[in-house]
């Protein structure tokens, strides 16, 4: 059971590890870091564990099948049962698909279960989540990920469930989304449009969205944007057709307002209440 739920954690390796890491036991009130292998790269998340002497950490652990990877591997040193953390990227794996997926994989062991959140804290989207006897899986979106989507899967033998499922609920409490420093005030500013709930929808073949693009340097990849378009096509992305949008570039906010056309920086940190970028001299 335990390859066929690490299969489905569907993380783009880019590469693996010669060996396998070697086993750390994990320090009494340990804040566990990891980050994502592929995107985010500004981005790490926190976990806290409780009684983490009674659990082993491994990074990166490579699995048989699909060549994936489980970035944090947590597992108990009494029952053997498994807490994975894992990345999809957003681009490539949307969460209907990410949930039929998952879905599939319940529905050959135990009860299939999926809940859609609409309640949860404010630094965390929870999108969706299956459950069987022995597993639980949640698709997580954090507050400051924008490329990213996070699947934590706990998989427990079923005489010790309950009380795993207890801590997979206190872990996951605690997960939160730090960042480097930026190195810009045009970073500092996607950032801030990011956790505010801004995205930007954009075309590779749409002069004005690359010169939006532009104004942020290199804070781009702090900037939670959908590109509508493949390379070389200008057939919109599915994305973007449930957007329903008709211009390019457009800007989505959390109030489901939107502006429409190039922004100058100053303008958008007035709409959300950011601070304004500082002008370069």
């Not at 969706?128 to 597993?135: K, L, N, P, V």
């Not at 532009?214 to 493949?230: P, T, V």
Request: aromatic share 8%; proline share 6%.
């Amino acid at each position: 059971m335990k390859s066929v739920v690490v299969a489905f954690l569907v993380v783009a390796a880019l590469g693996g590890c010669a060996s396998a890491p070697p086993r750390v036991s994990v320090p009494a009130d340990a804040v566990l870091t990891f980050a994502p292998p592929y995107a985010d790269p500004e981005f790490v998340l926190q976990v806290a564990l409780p009684r983490p002497a009674g659990w082993i950490e491994r990074r990166n652990v490579l699995a048989a099948e699909r060549g994936l990877s489980v970035v944090l591997r947590l597992t108990a040193i009494t029952d053997g049962a498994t807490l994975d953390f894992s990345f999809a990227p957003a681009e490539s794996w949307t969460v209907p698909i990410l949930m039929a997926d998952l879905r599939k994989h319940v529905g050959q062991n135990g009860t299939k279960v999926l809940r859609t959140h609409a309640v949860a804290p404010d630094w965390m989207e929870l999108l969706g989540e299956t459950a069987s006897r022995s597993t639980r899986t949640v698709v997580v979106k954090m507050r400051g990920m924008t490329h990213g989507i996070l699947v934590v899967t706990l998989d427990s033998p079923s005489g010790t469930f309950g009380q795993n499922d207890l801590t997979f609920d206190r872990v996951l409490s605690t997960l939160k989304v730090t960042s480097t420093e930026p190195s810009s005030s045009e970073a500092e500013l996607a950032q801030c449009l990011t956790e505010k709930g801004a995205k930007l929808y954009s075309a590779w073949w749409c002069g004005p969205c690359q010169e939006q693009k532009r104004l942020f340097g290199d804070g781009l990849n702090r900037l939670d944007y959908a590109e509508c378009s493949d390379d070389g096509t200008v057939r919109e992305r599915k994305v973007c057709v449930k957007a329903k949008l008709s211009f390019y570039p457009t800007w989505v906010f959390a109030d489901g307002t939107r502006l429409v056309g190039t922004q100058s920086l100053d303008d958008l940190a007035d709409y959300v209440g950011c601070p304004r970028a500082q002008k370069k001299p």
